[in-house]
């Protein structure tokens, strides 16, 4: 259980304080709303300036002092609050599951599987296939199946259901979440005879170090060659990505996004929510696509787009304007016809 003074509050975090007594004492974390007078609580946004002004936390850390909470709130300033808050909940928040090594006795593990069963974890019903190779300190869920030939990294959380098809490759540190797949086929048909005939998908998919997937996440192997999530990734909920698509490194891919095959995708990228981009693009890096985004063209590093088709964001809202001016517009050119007498028939 958390009990902190303020003083060793501040310690941990490597915060000032600026208002409060130093041997006050916190037992709990919460929300700028929910936190109560014992809980620490922190100001990272500025949408959520009102619920600061009127919070009941004990103590909150923030980075401004321009906006501050109640009096008799005490007051620590950090330079990053939320990465501050986020110390204090890794390091007093309920644990999860500690790992335990072993294979469960209901797991299936094909005899040429290279792992070593004291530092790996496998859960019950999980499937590990011919050739797998698992590194120490992964973590494989329950119902997880690990198809033939598959690598995986040291230090890895393969969650319940997640599914990683033959030949793929994980790297150290990934997080694949609930009923992702790696590795399905890509969407790949040519049209001939009369039908839709499969064309064989040949290739895998590659994760760096350090890739977070979230649930029910789809990653499909390439046609040929790979399909590559870059080091410091991270993808939220239900995302689609096709074939042979590459993203780069420390990108931000948030829910219900798809991008189609082939498309290439820079470093420090953010896909905000239900972005979609049409195959064989390229997008630049430290681009900004913004929510409900249709990307059919490529767009330059550095560039925020917004839209269908996305534009520049400037363009976006500029042309915006013109079309809530038009129904103005008509009016007046009515106007001038009807004086004119050119609007009669």
Not at 62 to 69: A, G, M
Request: glycine share 14%; with cysteine; charged share 25%.
């Amino acid at each position: 259980m958390m009990k902190l003074t303020l003083n060793e509050l501040a310690g941990l975090v490597g915060g000032e304080i600026l208002r409060g007594e130093e041997s006050a004492t916190f037992t709990g974390f919460a929300s700028l709303k929910e936190a109560n007078a014992g809980d620490v609580s922190f100001f990272g946004n500025e949408k959520y300036a009102e619920d600061l002004k009127g919070s009941r936390a004990g103590v909150v850390l923030l980075k401004d002092e321009s906006v501050l909470p109640p009096d008799g709130c005490a007051v620590v300033k950090v330079e990053n609050p939320v990465m501050a808050f986020d110390t204090i909940i890794r390091k007093y928040a309920v644990p999860r599951p500690a790992f335990v090594a072993g294979i469960h006795p209901r797991a299936s593990v094909d005899e040429t599987v290279k792992l070593n069963p004291d530092k790996v974890s496998v859960g019950a019903n999980a499937v590990i296939e011919a050739g797998a190779q698992i590194g120490d300190g992964t973590r494989i869920g329950s119902g997880a199946l690990i198809g033939q030939g598959v690598r995986i990294g040291r230090d890895c959380e393969i969650a319940a259901g997640a599914v990683i098809q033959y030949g793929c490759i994980v790297g150290d540190r990934v997080i694949l979440h609930p009923c992702v797949v790696i590795g399905a086929d890509g969407f790949g048909f040519e049209f001939a005879e009369g039908r839709h005939q499969k064309i064989e998908q040949l290739g895998i998919v590659r994760i760096e170090d350090d890739v977070e997937i979230g649930g029910s996440t789809t990653v499909d192997r390439a046609r040929f060659g790979e399909t590559v999530i870059g080091e410091g990734t991270k993808i939220d909920n239900q995302v689609q990505i096709g074939h042979n698509v590459v993203i780069g490194k420390h990108c931000i891919v948030v829910a219900q996004s798809g991008i189609s095959g082939s498309t290439r995708i820079g470093n420090y990228v953010t896909l905000a929510a239900r972005v979609g981009i049409a195959g064989h693009l390229q997008i630049g890096d430290g681009a900004v696509l913004a929510g409900r985004s249709g990307v059919i063209t490529d767009v330059s590093p550095g560039e925020k787009v917004f839209g269908y088709p996305a534009k520049p964001f400037k363009e976006f809202m500029r042309n915006s304007m013109y079309v809530k001016r038009l129904g103005a517009l008509f009016k007046r050119v009515k106007a001038l016809e009807e004086a004119s007498g050119a609007g009669e028939s």
